[in-house]
């Protein structure tokens, strides 16, 4: 399996509220991390143009990954333009093949809006036909067969759109590295006024340190956490693998509520 991780979300941001500080520890521990947004982030704005809230937004996404140490990817589409086609798939598929990830990264099937789910349901997709060579990508890639472990990270507000709250599988302790995760979503500087007007995000970083500090005292052992679930391993990786709790040792815990879940299931 390649010590490579890659995180494929809807919109310059997600990584940084979500992910970035597991793939902060990934990095920490030799793996290579790659970040990529299917959307351009063009409509998060009420203050510019299309046009220009995109080369912004790029710029923010690519200052980020430099902050986190990771290789940045250009966008597919623009926002509330990802749809889950066959177009979008060979392209993102494309792109998976050529960095051959060991863990890849996604939002989770259920969250608050539909960029959020196709991203998933295209991430998923993408990483399952890695290895189809019937499938032919653009650009065009040869299929890759390696081992392919996906996580789902917590959804905006750790609920899905019902408001039920969502129990991860698993949490990592990020507290080393809240520093690094508070920077990288500081380089997002044009969401300040954007979130703060649509989705009532006086200070956003205050926003996404408050679910860590959520996610941590849920855990019940950690100050700060990211949660994740395991996606099925039929079609990506052998039944057992889990490279992410090998690789992070200590920082990776087992929810307890998910273990009871399991037990009375």
């Known amino acids: 399996?390649?010590?490579?991780?890659?995180?494929?979300?809807?919109?310059?941001?997600?990584?940084?509220?979500?992910?970035?500080?597991?793939?902060?520890?990934?990095?920490?521990a030799g793996?290579?991390?790659h970040c990529m947004n299917i959307a351009s982030g063009s409509l998060g704005s009420i203050e510019y143009s299309a046009a220009e809230t995109r080369r912004v937004r790029r710029t923010e996404a690519q200052a980020a990954a430099k902050i986190l140490g990771a290789h940045w990817h250009p966008s597919?589409?623009?926002?509330?333009?990802?749809g889950y086609d066959l177009k979008t798939l060979k392209r993102l598929t494309a792109v998976i093949r050529e960095v051959k990830p060991g863990i890849l990264f996604t939002h989770p099937p259920?969250?608050?809006?539909?960029d959020h789910t196709n991203a998933c349901r295209l991430a998923?997709?993408?990483?399952?036909?890695?290895?189809?060579?019937?499938?032919?990508?653009?650009?065009?890639?040869?299929?890759?067969?390696?081992?392919?472990?996906?996580?789902?990270?917590?959804?905006?507000?750790?609920c899905d759109q019902?408001?039920?709250?969502?129990?991860?599988?698993?949490?990592?302790?990020?507290?080393?590295?809240?520093?690094?995760?508070?920077?990288?979503?500081?380089?997002?500087?044009?969401?300040?006024?954007?979130?703060?007007?649509?989705?009532?995000?006086?200070?956003?970083?205050?926003?996404?340190?408050?679910d860590a500090l959520t996610?941590?005292?849920?855990?019940?052992?950690?100050?700060?956490?990211?949660?994740?679930?395991k996606h099925l391993h039929l079609g990506y990786c052998g039944e057992t693998a889990n490279p992410l709790q090998a690789a992070l040792g200590k920082n990776y815990l087992?929810?307890?509520?998910?273990?009871?879940?399991?037990r009375d299931a």
Not at 76 to 82: A, G, H, K, T
Not at 144 to 156: F, I, R, S
Not at 254 to 262: A, F, G, H, I, Y
């Open 1 to 28: 399996m390649n010590q490579v991780a890659f995180a494929i979300v809807a919109h310059p941001d997600d990584i940084e509220f979500r992910i970035a500080g597991t793939l902060r520890l990934l990095q920490q």
């Open 31 to 33: 793996w290579e991390i």
């Open 76 to 82: 597919l589409v623009d926002d509330i333009e990802i």
């Open 110 to 114: 259920q969250d608050y809006m539909e």
């Open 124 to 158: 998923v997709s993408a990483a399952f036909a890695r290895g189809i060579p019937n499938l032919r990508t653009v650009p065009s890639r040869a299929a890759y067969d390696g081992d392919v472990t996906l996580y789902h990270c917590l959804p905006h507000g750790m």
């Open 162 to 210: 019902l408001c039920r709250p969502m129990i991860p599988q698993c949490y990592v302790n990020i507290a080393s590295v809240m520093e690094t995760k508070r920077a990288a979503l500081n380089a997002h500087q044009s969401q300040v006024t954007w979130l703060q007007a649509t989705q009532g995000m006086d200070a956003f970083t205050r926003f996404m340190e408050a």
């Open 215 to 229: 996610a941590g005292r849920r855990s019940q052992k950690f100050k700060y956490a990211e949660g994740f679930w």
């Open 254 to 262: 087992v929810n307890p509520k998910w273990e009871r879940l399991m």
